[in-house]
């Protein structure tokens, strides 16, 4: 349309429908302003969250006995054995010494030229031993030749067989038969006496089952495997037999487990300050945070803090190990807390089992805060900050449709406005034309 900007009336209709438009543009203005405080309540929702995730993740970093170390243990070489530490192990120096390792019994046939040929009588059994227990063998079609001898024992618990082609002279095929666990007791024998010819399949020995033996202090321990917990809390993974003793030394690391306490704190102490920062308000600087009001992250809150400072339900810990306040966690003024670090070391020092279980324990407050973050706070269906998340989702896209609608109102309130300002400007204009030609008519024309 064209603009006629008071051409004939001489007025500023563009200022004057400027100012028709702000006072209708205040309330636009209110929307919008509404809009982003929604969008900084999501933001402030959403650093809850992830705030939260972080105490999760750091009392989750110490959830378990390994986790949770109090003492760490180091060899003078590892050439013997590697070292694998809970965390319980007694402090101390060790002198240990691999004697032995823990092995598997493999045993061989005798050979043959061809490994597919029968040469067992069908209907009759070879029984092999494994560990003190019988399995009887039929042979049949299936199992009378070399190669489904090998099949056939492979359905036998505790053992594996092969066919070997050795390369060597004409009988080169052998049967092998290995153990599957290491240990004295994982013995193999077999008795062919049921065979037609005893000596048609024989066996020997190549390596015997036995187990580890290492020498800790002095004294021998036995083991069926190469793993061997030679000291409580410390298990030793035996690579090869020593020519001489290794120390292994087992000191107290106290300020690591402080290190992962602290951690937790500082998690906490990082939503303490945040969530203060979204509920700051001064009205003389005119400062009002986006969770002023905002009941589900207060609620939040409560609950949070009473879990830091109370001892869970149903808990089944001893009476002088159930909060964090009797390892050293206290609260302060503002809400934070803070760790003395002095108090754990002590509590750690006596009482190591009993301040693990507070974070290890299903019972306990560590295990109780990560389930109520995980479960009630921030769970992705039902948790509260989550549901919180949606209802101002869903406020915000309200808030942008009405905001678009009043948009669209008042492009359309601008159009009819200048077009009734142009439709006056015409009509003046037609006014002051009909004017000029009746002055005309009425004036004397010259001779």
């Known amino acids: 349309m064209p603009v006629i900007d008071g051409i ?40 809850m969250s992830s705030r939260l995730g972080d105490i999760s993740t750091a009392l989750e970093d ?72 019988d399995t009887a063998i039929l042979i049949d079609d299936t199992s009378n030749s070399l190669l489904g001898m090998a099949e056939a024992l492979n359905e ?3 053992v594996s067989a092969y066919v070997l082609d050795t390369g060597i002279g004409a009988d080169s095929f052998q049967l092998v038969i290995q153990g599957m666990a ?19 399949l024989s066996f020997t020995e190549k390596t015997t089952a036995t187990n580890s033996s290492i020498t800790v202090n002095d004294i021998t321990i036995e083991s069926a495997t190469n793993n061997v917990t030679a000291i409580p809390g410390l298990d030793f993974d035996l690579k090869a037999v020593g020519t001489s003793p290794v120390t292994v030394t087992v000191d107290s690391n106290a300020d690591d487990v402080a290190d992962k306490i602290e951690a937790v704190v500082t998690a906490y102490n990082e939503l303490q300050l945040y969530y ?42 001893d009476a002088d190990f159930k909060i964090f306040a009797q390892i050293g966690i206290k609260s302060n003024q503002d809400g934070t807390i803070e760790l003395d670090r002095d108090v754990l070391k002590d509590k750690l020092n006596t009482n190591f089992e009993d301040v693990a279980k507070l974070f290890t324990d299903p019972t306990g407050p560590g295990a109780t ?25 869903s406020s915000i896209e309200d808030a ?48």
């Open 369 to 393: 805060i990560i389930t109520a973050i995980e479960d009630t706070f921030v769970d992705e269906d039902t948790g509260t900050l989550t549901s919180r998340t949606n209802s101002i989702e």
């Open 182 to 200: 290491s240990g004295a007791d994982q013995t193999i024998s077999f008795d062919t006496s049921a065979l037609t010819d005893p000596l048609a």
């Open 8 to 47: 004939v009336s001489g007025l500023d209709t563009t200022g004057m429908i400027n100012a028709i438009l702000g006072v209708e543009e205040v309330a636009l203005t209110i929307m919008e302003s509404q809009l982003d405080d929604l969008k900084d309540a999501k933001e402030g929702v959403a650093g």
């Open 156 to 158: 036998v618990d505790g």
């Open 400 to 447: 942008e449709e009405r905001i678009a609608n009043k948009n669209e109102y008042l492009n359309d309130y601008a159009d009819r406005l200048r077009a009734r300002f142009v439709a006056m400007e015409k009509a003046l204009s037609e006014i002051q034309g009909a004017s000029a030609f009746i002055g005309m008519l009425f004036t004397p024309q010259t001779p």
């Open 276 to 317: 203060g920062s979204k509920t700051v308000y001064n009205a003389e600087l005119g400062l009002e945070g986006p969770l002023i009001g905002d009941s589900s992250a207060r609620r939040v809150m409560g609950q949070l803090g009473r879990l830091f400072s109370q001892e869970g339900a149903g808990s089944t810990l």
């Open 62 to 133: 110490i959830g378990t006995l390994a986790d949770f170390s109090a003492f760490t243990a180091e060899s003078s070489s590892d050439s013997q054995f590697g070292l694998v530490s809970n965390g319980s192990a007694i402090p101390g120096l060790y002198q240990v010494q691999v004697n032995a390792l823990a092995s598997t019994e493999t045993e061989t046939s005798q050979g043959f030229a061809d490994q597919n040929a029968s040469f067992l009588t069908n209907g009759e059994t070879l029984t092999i031993t494994v560990a003190g227990v």
